[in-house]
């Protein structure tokens, strides 16, 4: 009797609270226990483990479980997915196909969607399954559409709709779209542009608050119990820094006028970015004002003023974005003129008493990294030989990478859909309505692909034309670096990190020893 195959399997949940999905028949604990029954019926499924997004959208595939279960398939570790039906593992059916059709067969991994009947061990997949893929992502598109339109009414009714209101204000306890003066904030926003009306410079407004123990706005919410996740290096701290202020000095809700829209996402799971000025939706007289309209005038003069005053700046510096305290981990700015230049710790922008200056000259700084790369090179042997083998492989043609290749699967794709499409309005399958709009849509997505694939192309012929580093020839005649610029360093130095007392750690991006 033949033995069956043992499948090393992943049991993939998925829940999103955006989508739509029904907590009850939908939860993780519900998709779990239902995965590990089908399991328990048919044992050739070992299982290896759950891999569980719980609150992330089906609209694309950055999810962290996802991404941990990929990640254990290239290891060889997995050679089945299970999952309760195609929506639970996407709704974006360009990825989907991508991953059914390309990537698992690929792997060698088996994968099964128990209420779709679809498992491609027993065949290949039916003609319903592209079907029912576009059926999930128009769920998910229509869905996704109809919160953009109820935000959107609300942003025109003069409603709050982000999470936090701005620093000065606190929710209206008895509607959760308003918003309430809050006094102890309040006074510190009008000191702030009081003080920028009087000529101070966002970074001398910092220090004062600084000095008085003012919370800053994300320490203040945090005394206020409200649990806000912050990637911060100063956690704890009471720091206010000068683009804290010039936030606050920016933000026209201190008028008394909600704005909103500013920063739009136009597709379903497009990025969010900065809208013009003309696609804001502000509605005047929504809540109280902190600012009054002169003192925001007076305010902003002066910082126009002080900005037309500052010198036109230099180009890129040969340290630019390498420097960092050793101490407190800040990035180390220029000062000084001409003759004499050196570097600092940046810790001012974080209050007086958060680090020291760690000063050093520029000058100093440059001969000491120059003679500590030319004793790292001195210590190579076979210099001409490690360089010709160098420019030799920099030579060879770029391969393209896992994401140029699921490019070029999904344009395949599309072109596929739009002949099956055509197929079926000759048929009579649809209408010609049905089949110009589709048409349609398929022209636009190919567009879109073909304009990312030509970018990947255009990237990449970039790559080889700069991959000639005329320091490099200089190296192999020379036997060392006589001097320094920002093509060797960004070759070579990840991060300078400079202590108080004079010392140096350099990070290279080689390994060393």
């Given at each position: 009797?033949?033995?069956k195959k043992k499948y090393r399997t992943a049991l993939y949940c998925r829940l999103s609270r955006d989508d739509g999905d029904k907590v009850e028949s939908d939860s993780i604990v519900a998709q779990k226990h239902m995965l590990e029954d089908y399991c328990a019926l048919n044992p050739e499924f070992t299982i290896i483990s759950l891999y569980a997004d719980d609150g992330y959208t089906g609209t694309n595939f950055n999810r962290p479980d996802f991404q941990r279960m990929l990640t254990d398939i290239e290891k060889g ?141 994300i320490e203040y919410k945090h005394s206020k119990g409200i649990p806000l996740s912050v990637n911060k290096k100063y956690r704890g701290t009471c720091y206010w820094s000068d683009s804290a202020v010039a936030r606050i000095l920016k933000n026209e809700m201190y008028l008394g006028r909600m704005v909103s829209n500013r920063y739009p996402s136009d597709e379903m799971h497009g990025k969010h970015r900065l809208a013009p000025r003309g696609e804001w939706i502000i509605v005047e007289g929504t809540h109280e004002p902190i ?223």
């Open positions: 009797m033949e033995t570790e997995i050679d089945c997915v299970i999952v309760k039906d195609l929506s639970r593992f996407g709704r974006d059916y360009i990825d989907i196909g991508f991953y059914l059709e390309r990537y698992f067969p690929a792997k060698g991994v088996r994968f099964v969607a128990i209420n779709d009947n679809v498992d491609s061990l027993k065949g290949p997949y039916d003609m319903m399954l592209p079907l029912k893929n576009v059926f999930n992502a128009q769920y998910a598109k229509d869905t996704s559409d109809k919160v953009r339109k109820s935000f959107h009414a609300k942003m025109r009714r003069g409603e709050f709709v982000s999470a936090f209101p701005p620093y000065g204000y606190a929710k209206d306890e008895g509607n959760k779209n308003r918003f309430v003066v809050d006094p102890e904030a309040a006074k510190n926003v009008l000191k702030i542009f009081e003080g920028a009306a009087s000529g101070m410079s966002q970074r001398k407004i910092a220090d004062l608050l600084n000095k008085e123990g003012v919370l800053s706005p600012v009054s309209p002169e003192l925001w005038d007076a305010a902003h003069r002066s910082v126009a003023q002080r900005r037309n005053r500052k010198p036109q700046q230099e180009k890129t510096g040969l340290f630019s974005g390498f420097l960092r305290c050793g101490d407190c981990g800040c990035a180390l700015v220029k000062m000084g003129g001409h003759s004499k230049r050196y570097f600092c710790c940046a810790y001012k922008a974080y209050g007086a008493a958060a680090c020291t200056k760690h000063a050093i000259n520029e000058d100093v700084l440059s001969d000491a990294v120059l003679s500590d790369l030319n004793m790292m090179i001195g210590q190579v042997k076979h210099l001409s030989d490690l360089a010709e083998k160098a420019c030799a492989k920099k030579k060879q043609p770029h391969h393209q990478g896992a994401a140029a290749h699921h490019v070029s699967a999904m344009i395949s794709r599309v072109r596929r859909l739009k002949r099956t499409v055509y197929e079926e309005y000759r048929a009579g399958a649809v209408t010609r309505l049905e089949y110009v709009r589709q048409k349609a849509e398929y022209d636009k997505q190919e567009s879109e692909l073909l304009r990312e694939s030509e970018r990947r192309t255009d990237d990449t012929a970039h790559r080889e034309e700069s991959s000639e580093q005329p320091w490099v020839d200089n190296l192999v005649r020379l036997g060392k670096l006589e001097t320094l610029d920002r093509d060797v360093l960004k070759e070579t130095v990840r991060e300078i990190h400079v202590y108080d007392d004079g010392r140096l750690e350099l990070h290279y991006l080689f390994r060393q020893g």
